[in-house]
Nanobody
Framework: QVHLVESGGGLVQPGGSLRLSCAAS????????MGWYRQAPGKRREMVAI???????NYADSVKGRFTISRDNVKNTVDLQMNSLKPEDTAVYYC????????????WGQGTQVTVSS
């Protein structure tokens, strides 16, 4: 059974930092592109950052230069370092695993809340 478990969310002041982590089990981690998405109240879920199996990255324009995604194929984890946080970064953040081929499937974590507020 596949599990993606996020951790590291919380309340932080504007300008602060948080590090999210997602631990994966039940998948061949190296065969999945790993990503972080977020969904704010009343808004659609949006891509934040993705790292492919070849370790190329893609970031949403709104987080470029502030967020960094990384993965550890030994520990089966993907992290999101978030710096210079803004109130508009407030959302539930979700970890996603997307298989190299369709047969491997796509999986989501349960989400972790990030609130940026003074």
């Amino acid at each position: 059974q596949v599990h993606l478990v996020e951790s590291g969310g919380g309340l932080v002041q504007p300008g602060g930092s948080l590090r999210l982590s997602c631990a994966a089990s039940g998948i061949i981690f190296s065969a999945y592109a790993m990503g972080w998405y977020r969904q704010a109240p009343g808004k659609r879920r949006e891509m934040v950052a993705i790292m492919t199996t070849a370790r190329s990255t893609n970031y949403a324009d709104s987080v470029k230069g502030r967020f960094t995604i990384s993965r550890d194929n030994v520990k089966n984890t993907v992290d999101l370092q978030m710096n210079s946080l803004k109130p508009e970064d407030t959302a539930v953040y979700y970890c996603n695993a997307e298989g190299l081929v369709e047969a491997l499937g796509s999986y989501w974590g349960q989400g972790t809340q990030v609130t940026v507020s003074s």
